[in-house]
């Protein structure tokens, strides 16, 4: 096992998977991918393979003219020849489709995320001159409706940590788990209620990141940033009483830096962190399904409600565009604007 930080880790990871699912494209798109390299992030890139893969797959088995030969042959020419209605018929087929046995579905953030793949694809050919039409400009993206935004209350933020330190509601063999467990859990979930930080972000934290001195942590965003987050004494008392535990546990080779360690004494998983926000969050609230996501938009949430800066919860989440921070907590002006009717009074009362 090596050294390497988490992220290196995890973008190596990606590096190797995202070059086995250019193996399944049309070769050209090796180059696609080199150039847009430096502005996205290595999960960006496989997800436009991967959409790119859907793509081509349903013109080789679908379209006539392009079941002639393997993908992997096909000409950039090729891209010239592909109408708008086509790509419209694309969009229509990705609603429901089987492949492989297996049947797919997607809605119209689905459907947008891959025409926005698309569009990438052809526009970064077009701007080099090497296809001469652009279709996919033709093509209207679908309207997307926007999505309750699902969050935590404060009464439910207070239950969802009492019952993880208790564990009062658990099975009897969540119980035995829980004894060995709950230090570390409470640690995570407050961490993530406190910070706002990414599930990835978190389990990606070494012992090293962390400033004692200024109530800090060091992480790496998901765009390559590194940046500094900070939280306050309730945050810092859990991580305390968690390192205590830590100190005594004796890590796998390898992880001796890694901050949460799983059960097997190695840096614990995304996987694990999502099904003990699942676990602890079912004990709350069965209406809401309590993801790590939702327990950052809980944070972002408390924070703007506290100070009404939607910069200020933009630069913590660490979002690129203000607008998309305004998108997610736009519900919460709604709310002030209802509360501001009832101290309105238009008849003097006796």
């Known amino acids: ?41 290595s999960r960006t890139r496989i997800a436009y393979a991967y959409d790119l893969g859907c793509f081509f797959d349903y013109l080789h088995e679908n379209v006539p003219r392009f079941m002639e030969c393997n993908i992997q042959d096909y000409p950039i020419s090729l891209l010239d020849d592909i109408t708008p209605l086509e790509i419209e018929a694309y969009l229509n087929y990705l609603k429901y489709y089987t492949k492989d046995g297996v049947t797919h579905t997607n809605d119209s953030r689905g459907i947008k995320r891959k025409l926005a793949a698309l569009r990438s694809f052809y526009r970064y050919f077009f701007k080099k001159d090497m296809i001469d039409k652009n279709p996919t400009v033709k093509v209207s993206m ?21 019952e993880t330190e208790s564990g009062a509601k658990l099975t009897d063999r969540q119980k035995k788990y829980h004894e060995r467990t709950k230090v570390r859990d409470f640690a995570i979930l407050i961490l993530l209620l406190g910070t706002g930080i990414r599930v990835s972000e978190c389990v990606g934290l070494d ?19 590194e940046v500094m987050v900070y939280f306050g004494d309730e945050v810092r008392e859990a991580i305390d009483a968690y390192l205590e535990e830590r100190r005594m546990i004796e890590p796998q080779e390898g992880y001796k830096d890694a901050l949460f360690l799983s059960m097997q004494n190695r840096r614990i998983s995304v996987r694990a962190v999502e099904n003990l926000v699942k676990k602890y969050s079912r004990l709350v609230t069965s209406v ?63």
Do not use: C
């Open 288 to 350: 809401k399904n309590i993801t790590p996501h939702k327990l950052r938009s809980t944070y972002g949430t408390n924070l703007y409600r506290e100070t009404g800066d939607i910069y200020l919860v933009a630069d913590v989440l660490g979002h690129q565009d203000v607008n998309t921070t305004r998108r997610h907590y736009a519900a919460i002006d709604e709310d002030r604007r209802k509360m501001a009717a009832k101290f309105v009074h238009l008849r003097r009362e006796d």
């Open 142 to 162: 679908p309207k997307i409706h926007d999505k309750n935004i699902v969050r935590l209350d404060v009464d439910e933020v207070v239950q969802l940590l009492d």
């Open 1 to 41: 096992m090596s050294d390497r930080a988490y992220y290196e880790d995890i973008n190596i990871k990606n590096e190797i998977k995202l070059r086995e699912l250019i193996n399944n494209l049309p070769r050209y798109s090796t180059q696609f991918f080199i150039g847009i390299e430096p502005t996205t992030s």
């Open 207 to 225: 012992i090293s990141d962390i400033d004692f001195k200024n109530n800090g942590i060091k992480i790496h965003r998901k765009g390559g940033t």
